[in-house]
Nanobody, 116 residues
Framework: QVQLVESGGGLVQPGGSLRLSCAAS????????MSWYRQAPGKERELVAK????????NYADSVKGRFTISRDNAKNTVYLQMNSLKREDTAVYYC?????????WGQGTQVTVSS
């Protein structure tokens, strides 16, 4: 059974930091590209950060470059998103995604709220 379980969301003040984790099971994690998406109320889901399976190259949405860092630990089947210098506009539900060719897996999402 495939599972992607996100954790680490919560309420944080502007300028603060959070680290999201996504624990994967039920598939060959190391062979999948892993990504973080987010969806704010009334908006479409958007790609935040992606890391390939081989080589570990990354790409980021322009809005988070220099503030967010994606990483993965293939030994722990876990992908992370370190979020620094958070802004109110980062408020959204954050989703973990695993993709290999036409296969796509999603987590249930974790809420991140940036507010004072």
């Amino acid at each position: 059974q495939v599972q992607l379980v996100e954790s680490g969301g919560g309420l944080v003040q502007p300028g603060g930091s959070l680290r999201l984790s996504c624990a994967a099971s039920g598939f060959a994690f190391s062979t999948y590209a892993m990504s973080w998406y987010r969806q704010a109320p009334g908006k479409e889901r958007e790609l935040v950060a992606k890391m390939t399976s081989i080589g570990g190259s990354t790409n980021y949405a322009d809005s988070v470059k220099g503030r967010f860092t994606i990483s993965r630990d293939n030994a722990k089947n876990t992908v992370y998103l370190q979020m620094n210098s958070l802004k109110r506009e980062d408020t959204a539900v954050y989703y973990c995604n695993a993709k290999l060719s036409l296969i796509d897996y999603w987590g249930q999402g974790t809420q991140v709220t940036v507010s004072s």
